[in-house]
């Protein structure tokens, strides 16, 4: 058997603690199937023979797996020029609920826990789309992904925002401090991010806890 704590595809990234029989020359387990992604069989969706040759999880249970969140979007362009259906990491993490879940009949918070570490460019996907730049002045459009985060929020997704990224967009005026607004730069943050001292700090210490790590 062998395992590995980092797959860079989003295809494979819930395979990380997963029994890897088929990858080794050993029978492939055909019984994974609880529920169908796309409503279609594995053989009627990608062809015959095709659940013969799927690997799926054999642990579904206490699987916890820390992100890491260090960009904006998927594309290296300007924040400004990022498609909308291009933020860097939230599709990744869409697709790894629905393995879990749909796929393997996992719950969040009984099977499974997905964390997700926030910092340098990543930190603008965690700030309200609409709020106060470091003057205090009203602003709007800076993060086009802020739904997407809450419904991951919403699904159970941790996401921890690093604390000197925070320091960092207070210095360059992205974020008030607490002489331009009253709630400051958490005012910012969209409800349910919750901070860490250090993202790359924490993800170590996540490491340490048990959590497997992924980088997309």
């Not at 595809?9 to 387990?29: P, Q």
């Not at 400004?80 to 796929?103: F, H, P, V």
């Not at 941790?158 to 967009?169: D, S, V």
Request: net charge negative.
């Amino acid at each position: 058997m062998r395992t590995s704590s980092l797959f860079a595809a989003s295809c494979t990234v819930a395979g990380l603690l997963a029994t890897s029989g088929a990858w080794a020359g050993e029978a492939s387990n055909t019984t994974c199937p609880v529920g169908l992604v796309n409503g279609q069989t594995l053989d009627g969706e990608f062809g015959p023979g095709s659940a013969e040759l799927t690997q799926c999880l054999e642990r579904r249970h206490n699987v916890k797996v820390v992100m890491q969140i260090n960009n904006f979007c998927r594309d290296a362009v300007p924040r400004s020029q990022c498609a909308g259906n291009r933020a860097y990491a939230l599709g990744n993490i869409n697709n790894m609920i629905k393995d879990y879940e749909i796929t393997h009949g996992m719950r969040a918070g009984r099977d499974y826990e997905i964390v997700a570490v926030v910092h340098s460019g990543g930190g603008w996907l965690v700030l309200k789309d609409s709020g106060l730049d470091g003057n205090g002045d009203p602003v709007s459009g800076r993060n086009q992904f802020e739904g997407q985060v809450r419904d991951l929020i919403d699904q159970g997704v941790k996401f921890y925002f690093c604390q000197n990224t925070t320091r960092g967009f207070i210095r360059n005026g992205t974020l008030p401090d607490s002489t331009e607004s009253t709630a400051g730069a958490t005012g910012e943050l969209i409800e349910g991010v919750e901070y860490t001292t250090a993202g790359v700090t924490s993800i170590a210490e996540f490491q340490n806890r048990g959590y497997s790590y992924v980088q997309p």
